[in-house]
């Protein structure tokens, strides 16, 4: 990390359309980098229908502390019900292939995604890795087992 608290990341930019540009975050406060349609043609999503769109870049977080998580954009779920197949993408510190976004519309309309429009944003998130202690019982907690609403619903 350096002095103003960024983590520098390899990238790979795939697809000559992003030039040397890697993605920037738009504001100061902004968490999520943007993910473009690196498509050829436009291409229309029909109705229910899922697609793996590929977004021209590859990242290697490198260090087991670090993931990145997909998640959708707020105004291509919310206006057009254009989210993700798997609902969020997890991306291993080792990966080191394409990101790809798992488009899937889930409205009532046809959505046409244009090459190069902003499907996506990309998160980068600090993991803890754990490892499991096998025990018969836990320590008592004010909670125990109960959950799935065992507090009620309001
Ligand atoms: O939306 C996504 C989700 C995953 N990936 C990449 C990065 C991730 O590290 C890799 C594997 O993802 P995951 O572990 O979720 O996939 P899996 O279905 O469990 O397959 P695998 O057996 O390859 O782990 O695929 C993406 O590019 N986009």
Redesign the pocket.
Known sequence: MNGAGVVSIDVKLLDSRLGDRPPQYASAGSAGLDLRACIATAMEIGPGETV?IP?GMAIHLADPGL??M?LPRSGLGHKHGIV???L????????Q??????TWNRGRNAFTVQPLERL?QLVVVPVLRVAFNVVDDFAASSRGDGGFGSTGRS
């Open positions: 793996l977004t993931a990145a997909i993700l197949g798997n969020v993408g997890l991306i291993d510190s080792d990966y292939g394409e990101l790809m976004v798992s996506a």
